[in-house]
């Protein structure tokens, strides 16, 4: 064999012997590095934001407690390159304040 063709082996398909298949070696998959400018955007945070807002704009429980469920699955899966302290403390801060003002709001005079 060849030194400049090892690798490019010649085999013939089964009752096609005039027509050869080139067999090339594998190659490894590397994943793309990406910049500082290029990192994916965390949706659970972005949506973590977006519920605590509307938690707080228009007293919606449900979107309180998805708000907090957010923030916690975006704080568990964030990687510890990609921390952007602002942003989580954001976020828990929009999250835990949609709790605290829909439970301890003033309670309705009682006459």
Do not use: H
Not at 65 to 82: D, G
């Amino acid at each position: 064999i060849n030194a400049e063709y090892m690798g490019d082996f010649v085999r013939p398909v089964m009752g096609k012997e005039d027509r050869d298949v080139r067999i090339r070696p594998t190659r490894i998959w590397a994943p793309p590095v990406l910049g500082p400018e290029e990192t994916p955007p965390d949706f659970m945070a972005m949506l973590s934001l977006v519920f605590g807002l509307v938690s707080l704009m228009l007293k919606y429980k449900i979107a309180s407690w998805m708000a907090l469920f957010c923030c916690m699955s975006s704080v568990a899966n964030i990687k510890r390159s990609e921390v952007d302290i602002k942003q989580v403390i954001c976020s828990i801060a929009f999250s835990v304040l949609g709790l605290f003002m829909i439970y301890f709001k003033t309670p309705p005079p009682t006459s």
